[in-house]
T-cell receptor, first 112, second 114 residues
Framework: DTEVTQTPKHLVMGMTNKKSLKCEQH?????MYWYKQKAKKPPELMFV???????INESVPSRFSPECPNSSLLNLHLHALQPEDSALYLC???????????FGPGTRLTVL | QKEVEQDPGPLSVPEGAIVSLNCTYS??????FMWYRQYSRKGPELLMY????GNKEDGRFTAQVDKSSKYISLFIRDSQPSDSATYLC??????????????FGQGTILTVHP
């Protein structure tokens, strides 16, 4: 199984809502990542988890809160988002925190 | 100057053509080099992964890395309309405070027309 899955596929939320994005991989990878991608731009790294510990936070606003409950799961909790946060949110994993990363299909988020 | 430069195109070729995509980079610490294909509104799909300099072939795809010139390439032979997508180069270091961080090029939009 070489797949990273993400739920939901689409999410529409208001600026006062709280929601969560979920990511799962069963490849035994020990590093997992959250990226944000705007239209016609490359993915931008948000967070890196290595062995279930947060190792990189790219100065992401606190309205985004990551969580790694175990080695297969990664969540991104969203609260009080702004319309400019609307984007494709991508999860990725890799065997270790180096080398190739495998991306999920993404969650398309719209903030009204 | 960006760490990784990639011509955004767009690039339009006829079916069956050989496509050449390229990236240059400035940081000699990069050790891992990747090419991703991304269809519209989908996640990036890993196409090729190479470590350090050299060539790697997989079916119609060939990746080349020249660390002395800080230049990487992806060749697509016998291009098909289904190859129409955005191609992203990416690279990363081993170790250091940026361990795990991919640095992407801007992506090249490719259209293969029948």
């Amino acid at each position: 199984d070489t797949e990273v899955t993400q739920t939901p596929k689409h999410l529409v939320m208001g600026m006062t809502n709280k929601k969560s994005l979920k990511c799962e991989q069963h490849m035994g990878h020990r590093a997992m990542y959250w990226y944000k991608q705007k239209a016609k731009k490359p993915p931008e790294l948000m967070f890196v988890y290595s062995y279930e510990k947060l190792s990189i936070n790219e100065s992401v606003p606190s309205r985004f809160s990551p969580e790694c409950p175990n080695s297969s799961l990664l969540n991104l909790h969203l609260h009080a988002l702004q319309p400019e946060d609307s984007a494709l949110y991508l999860c990725a994993s890799s065997p270790l925190a180096s080398g190739a990363q495998y991306f999920g299909p993404g969650t398309r988020l719209t903030v009204l | 100057q960006k760490e990784v430069e990639q011509d955004p195109g767009p690039l339009s070729v006829p079916e069956g053509a050989i496509v050449s995509l390229n990236c240059t980079y400035s940081n000699s610490a990069f050790q891992y080099f990747m090419w991703y294909r991304q269809y519209s509104r989908k996640g990036p799909e890993l196409l090729m992964y190479t470590y350090s300099s050299g060539n790697k072939e997989d079916g119609r795809f060939t990746a080349q890395v020249d660390k002395s010139s800080k230049y990487i390439s992806l060749f697509i032979r016998d291009s098909q309309p289904s190859d129409s997508a955005t191609y992203l180069c990416a690279m990363s270091r081993s170790g250091g405070t940026s361990y795990g961080k991919l640095t992407f090029g801007q992506g090249t939009i490719l259209t293969v027309h029948p």
